[in-house]
């Protein structure tokens, strides 16, 4: 988890996250302008305040959380969001992705791959460099444009302006993974700008937007979740809209329970699933956590998962 020193409204990726919200959570909001109502110090401050919240809140759940902090200058608003720009992996595999937004390019820090290795004892073994795509105007955001299903090396991606197939492709080919690509847009009909903001895998479910799907799409998409033996979770616009798609389970222990998964979403999306969806969702996972984090989701656009990247790796017995 990246602790932020900038964060604010970023109008360099408003144009493809429509997720994204001027004005204070819980208050008149519109898409596709500068923050309104407080100014970028008052959105840093409360975004640092649930950020502490939340990782204090996964640590309490006896989850290991490794914190590194964000610099003020340049100035980076998304920095909140380090699975975009990096992915750990099992075998050693550290992978580096081509990010739209030329702002949050510089994200990619490498004292923060030296400060995880130290922090976790963690070993890198191969370095997937595919940040050169940025030249050539095509990206692949990491875990937010790709949705893993580790156990089984399926990468499920929907196509946008920060998610290209042929990217898709090399990174599958890399990672020997296969791809299953799909479509899927807003009420508007624009298309998702991350993955994961539609969908999630977790041990014995998944979480899917069908709505937004076309129906051949949808149908493929659901017979290989259903292949792979997990309850298939759809979820619909007004659940998607409040974060419910962006959760994400992590691995934890407990003296009385031993090993168990906990399924982390945010305060909205907990609100905003249906009875159904949520009884569904805990008998697929061993506990749920939500945590509010209202102004991140609102300035940034984005929400808990994609707040975690997960560190794998030869070291690493369970993730974050």
Excluded at 55 to 62: F, P
Aim: proline share 6%; with cysteine; net charge negative.
């Amino acid at each position: 988890m990246i602790r932020p020193a900038a964060f604010d409204y970023n109008p360099q990726t408003a144009a493809t996250n429509r997720m994204q919200k001027t004005g204070q959570p819980g208050g008149p909001q519109s898409a596709g302008g500068p923050q309104s109502g407080g100014g970028a110090q008052s959105g840093q401050a409360r975004a640092l305040s649930e950020f502490d919240a939340f990782a204090q809140a996964l640590r309490s759940e006896g989850v290991t959380v490794c914190v590194a902090d964000d610099t003020p200058a340049p100035p980076k608003p998304d920095a909140i969001f380090p699975n975009n720009w990096v992915s750990f992996h099992e075998d050693g595999t550290l992978v580096l992705y081509p990010m739209q937004a030329e702002n949050r390019r510089l994200e990619r820090r490498p004292e923060i791959i030296e400060s995880i290795k130290q922090q976790l004892g963690l070993k890198i073994s191969r370095v997937v460099d595919l940040t050169r795509y940025e030249s050539s105007g095509q990206f692949l955001e990491g875990t937010g444009s790709l949705v893993l299903d580790r156990c089984n090396r399926i990468a499920y991606a929907c196509t946008s302006p920060r998610t290209h197939p042929a990217v898709v492709e090399e990174w599958c080919r890399e990672m020997g993974y296969e791809s299953v690509l799909f479509d899927a847009t807003d009420r508007g009909g624009v298309p998702f700008y991350h993955t994961n903001v539609m969908m999630c895998i977790g041990t014995r479910m998944a979480v899917l937007g069908t709505c937004a799907m076309s129906a051949d799409d949808r149908d493929r998409v659901i017979e290989r979740l259903e292949i792979t033996g997990r309850d298939v979770i759809e979820i619909q616009y007004d659940e998607i809209e409040q974060f419910a798609g962006n959760m994400l389970e992590l691995a934890s222990w407990d003296e009385a329970l031993g090993d168990y998964r906990l399924l982390v979403m945010s305060e909205a999306a907990r609100r905003a699933v249906r009875p159904e969806v949520y009884a569904r969702l805990s008998a697929s996972t061993d506990y749920m956590l939500a945590v509010p984090v209202p102004t991140i989701e609102t300035l940034g656009g984005g929400s808990v998962r994609c707040m975690l990247a997960e560190v794998f790796g030869p070291a690493q017995a369970s993730a974050t």
